[in-house]
């Protein structure tokens, strides 16, 4: 800012302050002089001063449409000019080629509109034809590929049985797990029942009781043989529980990285785990040459001196009675009792935390004897302190009661029950309810006796709507599936029925009312049987104020 000097009038000046404004660009020239002594350029007031700006209307005056010009060039052909010539005087055209039109029958535009429709109608008739063979094809072929699935389907079920009375014709053969006697035991009982019932139609008086004791000894001799397969089965799974301990003790630790790779990594205790499981199954192999027995004895004989206790040296010392056997050419027989007890006690020796530190976390019983004290029950049958995990408890039950080989021998003494169809059908009922994801309770509450009860006493095994009374084939599904399973919304159906009952939304309009009335009445008998049990009434309570609520809606 600066001040200047203006005439006002003849001789008076007035003194005006001027704002110069520093532009940030270059200003153009649009006309001025320059001094041509001092160089010094002067421009035009316009280049010095902002123009003003116009007031805005709210009107477009100006736009890129119309400041432009749209030009297209278009080439135009004009029609040929064409022209007949007849014959006049002084021309002769000849009429050889001319054809003579003569006009048709004149017809109204309803006659014209008639005939349109009557062949657009002969149209539609083909084409309904073709659509129609079309339909019939596509049916014909929807119905080979149904049958062919059905057909399909009924073959599959048929091999699944087959395969099923197959699995079970081999565990009766050769019981391996406690499901396998038990459908052992069973079979027994049913041939015992009809061979009773036999003797007891078809005989009389003395013959009868000679009948019945020859019968009674044939059921000893068969219960024997079982025992006998029993004492091996035993055997053979204490031994396989064996190997399967070695291996998690030896098994190395994994870990699953970021790009989906399994990494392992052998720590201490994995590599002590797997050289000893190396020197027990050496120890088990039976028929092996001489020097290869030496060798390993003496590995073994290495192993267990790095620890010295009451143990170790009683290990050696039968190891060293082994070898000095062995060196007077004992016969192999003779010295399997020696062998076994080296196994014992090198599986002793295994077990023991100090000498193998991988064990420790797989042990049932702890280190510390003190910890055994903990739920720790007394089975009143065998007359033995053991875990709470041998007990089986039914929902009902109020008090500790005979422990699972208790009622395990129970059972194959005097009801011989095959609980492995009951025990499937309630692994599939526990995981059809965890894929609900709606916190369940009340299924796993229910243990294998509960349900035993539920199938055989209130839905008698079979199902409720076609009284089909194979278990294998039947499950149990919610009777509600809006609401949590439970033993009084429940229901016994095959698979295939039980797939179609869970796609219903309305069971009033489904069913009839006197089958419904027959399932409330099931439903009520459970409610009746498990309102005794304590851990279910607060279940079953809270059911019912649901169902009230319900019903006043």
């Not at 009038?9 to 003194?15: A, L, M, R, V």
């Not at 033995?384 to 422990?403: D, H, M, V, W």
């Amino acid at each position: 800012i600066f001040m200047t000097s203006i005439l006002t009038g003849s001789y008076s000046f007035q003194e005006v302050a001027v704002k110069i404004e520093r532009p940030t660009y270059n200003k153009p020239f649009l006309g001025g002089f320059r001094n041509v002594a001092t160089g010094v350029e002067f421009h035009n007031a316009g280049s010095q001063t902002k123009p003003k700006k116009r007031p805005d209307k709210g009107i477009q005056l100006l736009s890129k449409e119309t400041q432009t010009v749209v030009e297209k060039n278009k080439p135009q052909q004009t029609r040929n000019t064409t022209s007949t010539q007849m014959t006049k005087i002084g021309l002769y055209v000849s009429n050889m080629t001319d054809k003579l039109i003569t006009p048709g029958k004149y017809f109204t535009a309803e006659e014209y509109h008639k005939r349109r429709l009557e062949a657009v109608i002969v149209l539609q008739k083909y084409f309904r034809r073709w659509h129609a063979i079309n339909l019939v094809q596509n049916l014909k072929e929807q119905k080979r590929l149904s049958l062919a699935r059905e057909a399909q389907e009924e073959l599959q079920k048929k091999r699944e049985k087959e395969e099923k009375l197959r699995r079970e014709y081999e565990k009766k053969l050769n019981p391996k797990t406690k499901e396998d006697f038990e459908l052992l035991y069973h079979d027994l009982e049913l041939w015992m029942q009809e061979e009773t019932e036999r003797i007891n139609r078809t005989l009389t008086g003395a013959k009868r009781k000679a009948a019945l004791c020859a019968l009674l000894e044939e059921e000893t001799e068969l219960i024997a043989c079982i025992g006998m397969h029993k004492l091996d089965a035993n055997l053979e799974n204490q031994q396989k529980a064996i190997l399967h301990l070695l291996h998690k003790c030896a098994q190395a630790r994994t870990w699953k990285a970021f790009d989906g790779k399994i990494t392992e990594m052998d720590t201490q205790n994995s590599l002590r785990g797997k050289e000893l499981l190396e020197i027990y199954r050496s120890i088990k192999t039976k028929d092996i040459p001489k020097d290869e027995r030496i060798s390993v004895l003496l590995a073994l004989k290495c192993t267990v001196k790095e620890h010295e206790c009451k143990l170790t040296q009683e290990i050696v010392a039968l190891i060293d009675r082994e070898m000095d056997l062995m060196s007077r050419e004992v016969k192999e027989c003779n010295l399997e009792g020696l062998r076994e007890r080296i196994c014992t006690l090198f599986l002793q020796f295994i077990k023991i935390p100090e000498f193998n530190p991988g064990i420790a976390g797989l042990l049932k019983a702890p280190p510390d004897p003190l910890k055994l004290y903990k739920n720790v029950y007394f089975c009143h049958s065998c007359e033995k302190y053991l875990a709470s995990t041998e007990f089986l408890l039914p929902a009902n039950s109020r008090t500790i009661g005979r422990c699972r080989s208790c009622y395990q021998l129970d059972n194959e003494a005097r009801k011989r029950e095959a609980y492995l169809k009951y025990r499937l059908i309630l692994e599939d009922l526990r995981k059809s309810e965890v894929d609900y994801q709606d916190d369940s309770k009340i299924v796993f509450l229910v243990q294998l006796p509960d349900l035993h009860y539920l199938i055989e006493n209130i839905w008698n095994c079979q199902s409720a709507l076609s009284a089909y009374n194979d278990l294998y084939d039947l499950v149990m599904v919610r009777w509600d599936k809006q609401r949590e399973w439970s033993p009084w919304n429940t229901i016994l159906l095959t698979k295939e029925e039980a797939d179609a009952h869970l796609k219903l939304c309305n069971l009033q309009k489904t069913y009839e009312a006197p089958f419904i009335f027959k399932i409330e009445q099931k439903h009520i008998r459970a409610k009746n049987y498990f309102a005794q049990i304590p851990a279910m009434s607060a279940f079953l309570h809270g059911t019912n104020n649901q169902a009230n609520i319900n019903s006043y809606k």
